[in-house]
């Protein structure tokens, strides 16, 4: 099982400087570089200071300028917010840039917040539909020349311009829940993407189990890849992981509030959740995050981990953004990297 870094810039107040929190992003980065990490992943979002990413490719590629051999994705493009031609574009333009270090994950997206802001009036559902669009036709266009006739997109006889450097184009990485997500990535060969949020292993089994069916659906496509995405957090000590936990727990409380869509936001920052929301919410607890995330010292973390490989699992990613310092997250990363990667080497 190979490993990754899942990682966005957090902004959590006014007080903090972005150019800072870049600083930040790009030196935790490279100590996933210089660890041995296999993958760096970062997403996209908008008008968001809780996940900044208006565009994943642009911080691939200065990424690429400061970094020797991790792979680097996009964890994920939102498909609606893209025109096919142009998502073709920019991502062979960005494996060129990084010298063919490319992985290109899309997802349907997530928060409403982004839709009607992005994409007026557009659900989930839709969504969905012009993910399932979009996706054959940016790898039709590396291939050129395509002319495409759909619900939502309509152009005629086009090449993506440039065209990618790695020959058969970056690979494609599907975010996928359900069972039809997981068997429309399988039979066209692509990669799944996966993660329970804050759910326990039995989100996990579930996951796995609607891979697995759709590649016993599809015996004549080789097997693609699989990568799981968890919250994660290497201790030092049970305090140490205990305090981890109440981090992740701050953390998936603005998660829930920013999904929910009706709290009130200025300068893309959402207002302030007390002490008495975050006790009081019935969703997530500090003790939830300790048992389902993966949070503990680093035998408990190994262990956790050997469970997820065994199940088959491919790619393991290290999700860093907690709301915890910068400090405190590489600290974290470093005893990931020293103490946890050599029992899977």
């Not at 993958?39 to 979002?45: K, L, M, N, R, S």
């Not at 469970?307 to 709301?323: K, L, N, P, R, V």
């Amino acid at each position: 099982m190979k490993f990754s870094l899942f990682i966005h810039l957090e902004r959590l107040n006014a007080e903090q400087p972005q150019q800072q929190l870049y600083e930040e992003y790009l030196a935790l980065c490279e100590i996933a570089d210089r660890g041995g990490m296999h993958a760096i992943w970062t997403g996209e979002h908008h008008g968001m200071n809780f996940t900044i990413a208006p565009n994943p490719f642009l911080q691939l590629v200065d990424l690429a300028r400061r970094t020797k051999n991790v792979r680097l994705g996009t964890g994920t493009v939102v498909a609606p917010f893209w025109h096919p031609i142009r998502l073709a574009g920019e991502a062979a333009m960005t494996d060129i840039l990084t010298g063919g270090r490319l992985e290109l994950g899309i997802a349907r997206g997530a928060y409403s917040y982004e839709y009607e802001r992005m994409v007026p009036g557009m659900d989930a559902v839709t969504a969905g539909e012009r993910l399932r669009e979009m996706v054959p036709a940016v790898e039709a266009l590396w291939k050129g020349d395509y002319a495409h006739e759909g619900t939502y997109w309509q152009f005629p006889a086009t090449t993506s311009a440039p065209q990618p450097l790695q020959p058969e184009g970056p690979p494609i990485w599907i975010a996928a829940r359900e069972p039809a997500s997981h068997d429309f990535a399988v039979r066209n060969g692509w990669n799944v993407q996966v993660t329970p949020l804050a759910a326990p292993d039995s989100q996990v089994d579930t996951l796995i189990g609607n891979f697995n069916a759709a590649c016993a659906a599809h015996p004549e496509v080789k097997r693609p890849r699989i990568m799981l995405l968890r919250h994660t957090y290497v201790a030092d000590s049970a305090a140490d992981a205990d305090l981890g936990a109440e981090e992740i727990n701050v953390f998936y409380n603005y998660f829930g509030a920013w999904f929910k869509n009706q709290r009130p936001v200025t300068q893309g920052l959402i207002e302030t959740l007390s002490d008495e929301e975050i006790a009081a919410n019935p969703m997530f607890s500090a003790e939830g995050m300790r048992q389902n995330c993966v949070v503990g010292e680093a035998p408990e973390v190994i262990a956790r981990l050997k469970a997820y490989e065994a199940q088959g699992f491919d790619e393991y990613s290290f999700w860093i953004d907690t709301g915890m310092s910068f400090e405190r997250k590489k600290a974290s990363l470093t005893r990931f990297i020293e103490e946890v990667m050599p029992a899977f080497a």
